[in-house]
């Protein structure tokens, strides 16, 4: 069974640029979507075949994948960016991570 | 606007059952492979199960074979999943999802419903 691994948690102050992994063994073989999920609110898709974007999200988040590790960026992090956000391969999904503006 | 809207959660016994239904709007809802997807309570996502366009197809996670079973109406534009024999580790929020297969992404979900299995 494939597993991605991504950190339980990652803070950033606003205005910086927020990096979470997801991390799975040639990982870069394969395609990876992200979603954000706010409290109570169902998963949005926010990157879609490591580095598109759905219309409607902003450009600051943006994504790649190499070797054994796909990464989410978000860059100049807003309050309202506070989330968690999950990795997907195929029908497996990552832990996900909890994104803390400070 | 694309909008996917589940019903039918609620509190179950162990060993019962529940039908879940998605009913779809603002996309051609019988083109798209559809899925079901559930988080249990603070926890992560997990896939359910998915079905094809036409319903010759359909897949389930290993923990829920034999017990859950996806259809679809086309003509309805809905989706459903019955849970026959469940258990209180089903209990979880279920969403339905657009898309989910192979090396696609989950498009589109909805809002969810509440599925709570406990005596």
């Known amino acids: 069974s494939y597993v991605l691994t991504q950190p339980p948690s990652v803070s950033v102050a606003p205005g910086k640029t927020a990096r979470i992994t997801c991390g799975g063994n040639?990982?870069?073989?394969?395609?990876v979507h992200w979603y954000q999920q706010k409290p109570g609110q169902a998963p949005v898709l926010v990157i879609y075949?490591?580095?598109d974007r759905p219309s409607g999200i902003p450009e600051r988040f943006s994504g790649s994948n190499s070797g054994n590790t796909a990464t989410l960026t978000i860059s100049r992090v807003e309050a309202g960016d506070e989330a968690d956000y999950y990795c997907?391969?195929?029908?497996?999904f990552g832990g996900g991570t909890k994104l803390t503006v400070l | 606007e694309v909008q996917l809207v589940e019903s039918g959660g609620g509190l179950v016994q162990p060993g019962g059952s529940l039908r879940l239904s998605c009913a779809a709007s603002?996309?051609?809802?019988?083109?798209?492979?559809m899925s079901w997807v559930r988080q249990a309570p603070g926890k992560g996502l997990e896939w359910v199960a998915n079905?094809?366009?036409?319903?010759?197809?359909?897949y389930y996670v290993d923990s829920v074979k034999g017990r859950f079973t996806i259809s679809r109406d086309n003509a309805k534009n809905s989706l459903y999943l019955q849970m026959n024999s469940l258990r209180a580790e089903d209990t979880a929020v279920y969403y339905c999802?657009?898309?989910?297969?192979?090396?696609?992404?989950?498009?589109?979900w909805g809002q969810g419903t509440l599925v709570t299995v406990s005596s």
């Open positions: 999802a657009s898309g989910g297969i192979a090396a696609r992404p989950f498009d589109y």
């Open positions: 603002g996309f051609t809802f019988s083109s798209y492979w």
């Open positions: 079905i094809k366009q036409d319903g010759s197809e359909k």
């Open positions: 040639n990982i870069g073989s394969k395609s």
């Open positions: 075949y490591d580095s």
């Open positions: 997907q391969v195929w029908d497996k």
